[in-house]
């Protein structure tokens, strides 16, 4: 079977590589390439489309955990083939004959059979067989195996990470101002009477050397100037309310940054990875999941660090916050309610995105990064790879994400402004000591 019937097969179910990840490529993918970019569609689909009576990660953060997971076993599976670049964590000689092409199908089947046994019937299967029909030598390529090997060996080296660890070392901080629980007022559906994952912050981090290395440092004091500039920007953008200050444009932006951001990130990522080499597009894919998702963790352990209340708290209290240049509003809602059931400080949001931004540069050469990023459609309310909103620099993409978590009613300002923080700082450490050239 060639790409194409593969491609069909993947199709039927519902599998496929959004089109706008290939049409940016002046050129057709390669065979291995295209292993690479169908296992990594294969995985998000994964993360995000549940069969039949069976529940996947409830969160974005777990699902960048369990895609890290997958294009880790990749990466070093690859570059023990293609050489090119130093491996992440399994060093493997691999046998005499296997390709590149191979390992990948391998290491990315075992990986996800092993994390998501609901899936194997039939969707892995299917995938597994389809891709297996366009290796040259099929089932025959040794590199089958040895993918399998790799995987089997990155699983033991992480499985005493702390992935879906216990949550008994978190408590609320005391009521009262500043303190955040759940649920809030605009989002009380029976599964936020909990907090969303507080054992990512105590998770073992992929690159960084732990979870606090870049904590942020505290929120601004409830009685402070920045606090209630903070506050009442929110209180006037983001808000439900007839008289807010937030225009059309500016509630798209909101929207846009909506998008399940496992989807839109690695939809970007294919669209860059899609003409490069094998060894490229192997390590393109590991940094991007992996620095977004060591950001996150970072972020978590800041979040549950601080335990800040979020916007529709502090707002509907804030009469009991000391602060003379705060007003309250009891009946004040965020304009993308609900409000996400975790801490405010600070931006998840902020953290992955800066990650990924910081991280473009170093990808493609260049500050100038030109990149146009895939998101939510307002005209649809649904994730659309051919809705983009382009962004030149670093910094235009940053002051993007702080705009839209504002104007969200999710964020104040200086919450996003440290996420990006610990994102830049994340990317930073993590190209410095990992995924190096060889020699």
Same mark, same amino acid.
């Given at each position: 079977?060639?790409?194409?019937?593969?491609?069909?097969?993947?199709?039927?179910?519902?599998?496929? =590589?959004?089109?706008?990840?290939?049409?940016?490529?002046?050129?057709?993918?390669?065979?291995?390439?295209?292993?690479?970019?169908?296992?990594?569609?294969?995985?998000?689909?994964?993360?995000?489309?549940?069969?039949?009576?069976?529940?996947?990660?409830?969160?974005?953060?777990?699902?960048?955990?369990?895609?890290?997971?997958?294009?880790?076993?990749?990466?070093?599976?690859?570059?023990?083939?293609?050489?090119?670049?130093?491996?992440?964590?399994?060093?493997?000689?691999?046998?005499?004959?296997?390709?590149?092409?191979?390992?990948?199908?391998?290491?990315?089947?075992?990986?996800?059979?092993?994390?998501?046994?609901?899936?194997?019937?039939?969707?892995?299967?299917?995938?597994?067989?389809?891709?297996?029909? #366009?290796?040259?030598? *099929?089932?025959?390529?040794?590199?089958?195996?040895?993918?399998?090997? =790799?995987?089997?060996?990155?699983?033991?080296?992480?499985?005493?990470?702390?992935?879906? &660890?216990?949550?008994?070392?978190?408590?609320?901080?005391?009521?009262?101002?500043? @303190?955040?629980?759940?649920?809030?007022?605009?989002?009380?559906?029976?599964?936020?009477?909990?907090?969303?994952?507080?054992?990512?912050?105590?998770?073992?981090?992929?690159?960084?050397?732990?979870?606090?290395?870049?904590?942020?440092?505290?929120?601004?004091?409830?009685?402070?100037?920045?606090?209630?500039?903070?506050?009442?920007?929110?209180?006037?953008?983001?808000?439900?309310?007839?008289?807010?200050?937030?225009?059309?444009?500016?509630?798209?932006?909101?929207?846009?940054?909506?998008?399940?951001?496992?989807?839109?990130?690695?939809?970007?990522?294919?669209?860059?990875?899609?003409?490069?080499?094998?060894?490229?597009?192997?390590?393109?894919?590991?940094?991007?999941?992996?620095?977004?998702?060591?950001? @996150?963790?970072?972020?978590?352990?800041?979040?549950?660090?601080?335990?800040?209340?979020?916007?529709?708290?502090?707002?509907?209290?804030?009469?009991?916050?000391?602060?003379?240049?705060?007003?309250?509003?009891?009946?004040?809602?965020?304009?993308?309610?609900?409000?996400?059931?975790?801490?405010?400080?600070?931006?998840?949001?902020?953290? =992955?995105?800066?990650?990924?931004?910081?991280?473009?540069?170093?990808?493609? &050469?260049?500050?100038?990064?030109?990149?146009?990023?895939? &998101?939510?459609?307002?005209? #649809?309310?649904?994730?659309?790879?051919?809705?983009?909103?382009?962004?030149?620099?670093?910094?235009?993409?940053? !002051?993007?994400?702080?705009?839209? !978590?504002?104007?969200? *009613?999710?964020?104040?300002?200086?919450?996003?402004?440290?996420?990006?923080?610990? &994102?830049?700082?994340?990317?930073?450490?993590?190209?410095?000591?990992?995924?190096?050239?060889? *020699?």
């Amino acid at each position: 079977m060639n790409v194409r019937g593969l491609l069909a097969v993947l199709a039927m179910l519902t599998i496929l =590589v959004p089109s706008a990840a290939v049409e940016v490529a002046s050129s057709t993918p390669t065979p291995a390439n295209q292993a690479l970019l169908d296992w990594n569609a294969i995985g998000v689909q994964t993360m995000i489309s549940p069969p039949a009576g069976t529940t996947l990660p409830t969160f974005q953060t777990e699902g960048l955990i369990y895609m890290s997971y997958l294009q880790a076993a990749v990466y070093d599976a690859v570059t023990a083939i293609e050489g090119g670049y130093q491996p992440y964590k399994v060093s493997l000689s691999p046998p005499a004959g296997a390709t590149a092409q191979g390992a990948t199908i391998g290491a990315a089947y075992e990986i996800l059979g092993t994390y998501f046994p609901s899936h194997k019937v039939p969707r892995l299967d299917a995938a597994y067989t389809a891709s297996v029909a #366009t290796l040259p030598t *099929g089932a025959a390529d040794p590199g089958l195996a040895f993918g399998k090997e =790799v995987a089997d060996d990155l699983i033991a080296i992480r499985s005493t990470d702390g992935r879906n &660890g216990s949550n008994a070392w978190y408590s609320f901080p005391p009521a009262g101002p500043g @303190a955040w629980s759940v649920p809030t007022a605009d989002n009380v559906a029976a599964r936020t009477a909990t907090p969303q994952t507080p054992w990512v912050a105590h998770m073992t981090p992929f690159l960084l050397q732990s979870a606090s290395q870049f904590r942020a440092d505290p929120p601004p004091s409830l009685t402070s100037p920045e606090y209630a500039a903070g506050l009442n920007e929110v209180k006037a953008y983001g808000g439900q309310n007839a008289d807010t200050l937030r225009t059309t444009a500016q509630a798209n932006v909101a929207r846009f940054w909506t998008a399940n951001t496992i989807t839109q990130y690695n939809t970007l990522f294919r669209s860059l990875a899609a003409t490069r080499s094998v060894e490229d597009t192997a390590r393109l894919l590991a940094m991007g999941n992996m620095v977004a998702t060591d950001s @996150a963790i970072a972020c978590f352990d800041s979040k549950y660090a601080y335990s800040f209340w979020r916007p529709i708290q502090a707002i509907r209290a804030a009469g009991t916050d000391g602060n003379p240049a705060t007003t309250a509003d009891p009946n004040w809602t965020p304009f993308l309610a609900p409000t996400p059931n975790h801490p405010e400080y600070p931006s998840a949001h902020g953290c =992955v995105t800066g990650s990924i931004a910081n991280l473009l540069p170093d990808l493609l &050469g260049t500050n100038r990064i030109n990149v146009a990023m895939p &998101g939510l459609n307002p005209a #649809t309310n649904a994730f659309d790879p051919n809705y983009t909103r382009t962004f030149a620099k670093v910094n235009d993409m940053t !002051r993007d994400i702080a705009d839209a !978590r504002v104007w969200a *009613g999710y964020h104040y300002r200086e919450s996003v402004v440290q996420g990006v923080n610990i &994102g830049r700082k994340t990317e930073h450490y993590a190209v410095k000591h990992y995924f190096l050239p060889t *020699g």
